[in-house]
């Protein structure tokens, strides 16, 4: 079997990613190695790549990963409870938990006392556990789902964080059928909750950005109000109380990290709505928000950070169930090999594209 991998290895902000070659050490029991296929270059690569956000170094960036079993210690088996064989197609969950810990026994295994988090961990005697390389060890505690054929690659790569937490962001919110609903970021994420909102018999969906390219894409959506706010947030207030009766909308759900979309966000948000914090992944300042307004409105406001085993298997239905003409199956811009990967990142960060790509 094979015992190295070429990977492309991040040493800070500021510095060029390397190709080097990487040991990859036996699998242990519980554990797989994985040839990776494509991996997409999600937002935190980018802030983390940027240096908005800390990462321990040398690493291998990527969580955004799929590819096929080369290799597994043991008998493994994917999220609907069947074996797992060499050559399955498959994508895996943003990190491995234990399984055992006091947050895994409560049911937030994403916070994990042991976690290790695929495209964040330092690299050391694991081998590579991110996607920019052309093999990766999957660890024990890592929920595994196959890919359905009709998804093409470029359609499944976002699955196991853009998509899977947009499905998280949904179900900690609660039922959003009947719902009015407002949207902060029209980039890969807001675009996915605004289509699964909508699947979900969501009324209205008013997604903002300050970009009308990105706003383009949800033109196709039916139900989807796409709001270029810009420097003025005067349109998206006045286009939510037109439809709302003066109310405001039932949920929000903030997707780019600024605290001044957030503060928006609660602008528009109706007495009793509930507001969910999804983008703010990186320091930003304080929101303008007293427990007094709490209070008096009624508000529910809870945060989303990595998603549960649940909301994996949950984005790989979604994305099955829609067209693949659907702008959340086409996410993908232009694609990269892995010897290009700096100019994909420098594409990234210059072009703002919704994904960019990496086929190993």
């Not at 796409?226 to 949920?251: K, Y």
Request: net charge negative; with cysteine; proline share 6%.
């Amino acid at each position: 079997m094979i015992r190295s991998t070429t990977a492309a290895v991040f040493h800070g902000p500021g510095k060029p990613i390397e190709l080097t070659e990487v040991a990859i050490p036996p699998p242990e029991p519980g554990e797989l190695i994985v040839e990776v296929t494509l991996c997409t270059i999600c937002g935190s690569d980018l802030h983390t790549f940027s240096g908005r956000r800390s990462c321990e170094c040398p690493t291998i960036l990527g969580h955004e990963i799929i590819g096929r079993v080369l290799e597994l210690k043991g008998s493994i088996k994917d999220m609907s409870g069947r074996d797992l064989h060499p050559g399955d197609r498959v994508t895996w969950s943003i990190a491995a938990s234990c399984g055992d810990c006091f947050y895994c026994s409560n049911s937030i295994p994403q916070k994990c006392e042991q976690l290790a988090k695929y495209g964040h961990e330092a690299l050391a005697t694991q081998g590579p556990v991110g996607g920019l390389a052309k093999h990766c060890r999957i660890m024990a505690g890592t929920a595994v789902c196959r890919i359905p054929d009709s998804l093409e690659d470029t359609a499944a790569c976002p699955a196991n964080c853009c998509t899977a937490t947009a499905a998280a962001a949904l179900r900690t919110a609660g039922p959003v059928n009947q719902s009015s609903i407002a949207i902060m970021g029209a980039g890969s994420l807001g675009l996915t909750t605004a289509a699964m909102a909508l699947q979900q018999q969501a009324t209205t969906v008013f997604l903002a950005d300050v970009d009308d390219a990105r706003l383009q894409r949800a033109e196709s959506l039916a139900g989807c109000v796409p709001v270029c706010v810009g420097n003025d947030t005067e349109q998206l207030r006045q286009a939510v109380s037109g439809q709302t009766h003066g109310r405001g909308v039932d949920v929000v759900f903030e997707m780019t990290g600024s605290t001044t979309a957030a503060e928006t966000g609660l602008d528009v948000l109706r007495i009793g709505g509930r507001l969910v914090l999804v983008g703010a992944v990186f320091p930003d300042r304080a929101m303008d928000l007293t427990a007094e307004t709490i209070v008096r409105r009624l508000l529910r406001i809870e945060g989303v950070h990595n998603y549960q085993p649940q909301d994996l298997r949950a984005a790989i239905e979604f994305l099955e169930s829609v067209p693949a003409e659907s702008p959340v199956r086409n996410l993908v811009d232009r694609t990269f090999s892995l010897d290009a990967v700096n100019e994909a990142f420098q594409f990234a960060l210059e072009n703002r594209p919704l994904r960019v790509a990496v086929r190993p």
